[in-house]
């Protein structure tokens, strides 16, 4: 009898579901659903930089990839799945009622955007990160150790803050503050009362200062002191957690009967998805994992008793079987990566929204052709760009349109290009936004190799990896390492599934999942020597440009 998983990923943009064979990784069948009211920008506004996503979304997402996915599968295969486990972005945390139940799901709440989920790259809450680690100074200092000695307004905690002040009905209303990747299991297990929540290492170690060394949270009067609206939220966290090997129950009967599947499914514990896709792009100890998509996040493991008290300064913290049970798991990234040519082709192509209204050519025709075109920009951009000659004096751009994620979170920074001449036309701008967001990924390396956890090489994973190989060869130049990309395109969800395929005891451990279910490596970027010197010294102006911009913001 064969035995199937599911492996659900919930992107900033869609969630797609797999089904995978968990005896060899085959993937079965996949279906992505695209957020209809996320896709409308609904609750949203850019200009301050708030994103809220409605639950609404998630649920019915989840329900039909997941349907979608067996109706694409032979009949027998929805017989023997086994077990479903999730990963979500992060950190994307929601108000609940005692039952668990996100505030927009009540009706009372339902176009309110400070009751749904507070997508990771909301930076709404800059004052309130800033109150945090003003707050956590001197021996209070200890307790932000575990994160890299900076809080980060993407973080639990200072979203919290923030809504409980901005919003009284919200804050009269919530009893918990969950996150995404914890809510999901609850919510496909049929849970009812928010106390009995199972939260995963994984986000409440990186994002919620839960620590083991801390017995959980770092005392209730850090949090009261700091300001006391959220007392009763600290001490609801409860103090034990799960690695995403443990199963958080088992499929609800009204879940069951939605996705015609069987009760004695087994939900898995949630996680963050750079982290499960780590996972599914089969990382190996002092490997960077970089997923990258809208943002970056480079995942490290490494051996606990060679970790030691090591502690990495300015990253995403360190946690204990936050990827890979009895691995710490070191987690940094970029708040802006694919986002950064997502704008720049966003900004080349606002003139073809002219086109709704030519009187040359139909609407629909208007439509397509826009859409043509909006594609085809970033492919031409690269070849075009590939093909200039390197410059020293060529325009210079530092990557902080969504501010600086890691080293050293600072969401108030903002992004810069200088050199700009007559000259200056679009594959050259494009370039240097490329130069510059493998110029913010050699700052994260460098950070590790000089706290003493050394990089000895690279992994691509993520739909940028895949599509790109003018940013691959540019990123393989500035790092001076190979990177090599794996070949499955949807990683995160594939590490979703291997966790699945180890929550139903197919395999005793994560890594004998990663052995039997991964799928490989199919592409290899080797540094150029020539262009490698080059890029050492552009990194340095990078970096020269990017201490300017931090004196004067």
């Known amino acids: 009898m064969k035995r199937y998983v599911i492996g659900v990923d919930y992107g900033t943009d869609s969630v797609r579901s797999v089904i995978i064979n968990a005896e060899n990784g085959k993937e079965i069948a996949s279906s992505v659903f695209y957020y209809p009211r996320w896709k409308q920008l609904k609750y949203c506004n850019t200009a301050a930089n708030q994103f809220r996503q409605h639950p609404l979304d998630y649920v019915e997402g989840l329900e039909e990839s997941i349907k979608n996915c067996l109706h694409h599968s032979d009949p027998e295969i929805a017989e023997n799945i086994r077990a479903i486990s999730i990963d979500t972005t992060g950190s994307t945390p929601v108000a609940v009622d005692k039952t668990g139940t996100p505030l927009a799901l009540l009706k009372d709440f339902e176009n309110n955007p400070n009751a ?185 493991v490494a051996p606990p008793d060679e970790v030691k008290n090591t502690l990495v300064k300015g990253v995403c913290g360190q946690v204990n079987g936050s990827i890979i049970p009895g691995m710490i798991g070191m987690e940094a990234g970029q708040s802006a990566f694919g986002d950064t040519y997502a704008w720049f082709r966003n900004l080349l192509s606002w003139p073809l929204n002219l086109l709704s209204e030519s009187a040359l050519i139909d609407p629909v025709t208007a439509a397509a052709l826009k859409e043509e075109i909006a594609n085809r920009l970033i492919p031409e951009l690269s070849r075009l760009a590939a093909e200039l000659p390197l410059e020293e004096d060529a325009e210079l751009a530092v990557d902080w349109l969504n501010g600086r994620r890691t080293p050293d979170a600072n969401q108030s920074l903002e992004g810069v290009i200088m050199g700009l001449g007559l000259g200056s036309d679009a594959p050259r701008i494009f370039r240097a936004w490329v130069e510059a967001t493998c110029f913010g990924a050699k700052r994260i390396v460098d950070r590790f190799n000089d706290e003493g956890i050394p990089v000895k090489g690279l992994i691509g994973l993520g739909g940028v990896a895949k599509k790109s190989p003018y940013i691959m060869q540019v990123m393989a130049d500035v790092m001076d390492m190979p990177i090599r990309i794996h070949k499955t395109e949807q990683t995160c969800a594939a590490g979703a599934a291997m966790f699945a395929a180890t929550v139903a005891g197919i395999y005793d451990k994560v890594e004998d999942a990663m052995n039997a279910m991964g799928q490989g490596f199919d592409a290899e970027y080797f540094p150029n020597p020539i262009n490698t010197e080059f890029y050492k010294r552009r990194y340095q102006n990078y970096i020269s440009l990017g201490n300017c911009i931090e004196q004067i913001s």
């Open 116 to 300: 749904m989920f507070v997508l990771w790259k909301d930076h709404t809450a800059v004052l309130e990160a800033a109150q945090i680690n003003a707050h956590a100074s001197g021996p209070k200092a200890n307790y932000l150790r575990f994160v890299g000695g900076i809080y980060s307004s993407e973080w639990f905690w200072a979203k919290l803050l923030h809504i409980l002040r901005t919003d009284v009905a919200v804050r009269q209303a919530c009893y918990s503050w969950v996150e995404h990747c914890d809510w999901i299991p609850f919510l496909l297990t049929g849970g009812t009362n928010a106390d009995e929540m199972k939260r995963g290492v994984c986000s409440a170690g990186h994002k919620a200062l839960w620590s083991e060394t801390f017995n959980g949270l770092p005392p209730d009067d850090f949090f009261s002191s700091l300001d006391p609206l959220l007392e009763p939220y600290s001490k609801r966290f409860p103090k034990q957690t799960f690695t995403a090997d443990k199963p958080a129950g088992n499929l609800s009967s009204e879940w069951a009967t939605r996705l015609g599947l069987k009760e004695n499914v087994i939900i898995g514990i949630g996680a963050f998805d750079a982290h499960m896709g780590a996972v599914g792009g089969q990382i190996e100890p002092y490997y960077l994992s970089k997923v990258m998509g809208t943002s970056t996040c480079d995942m490290l």
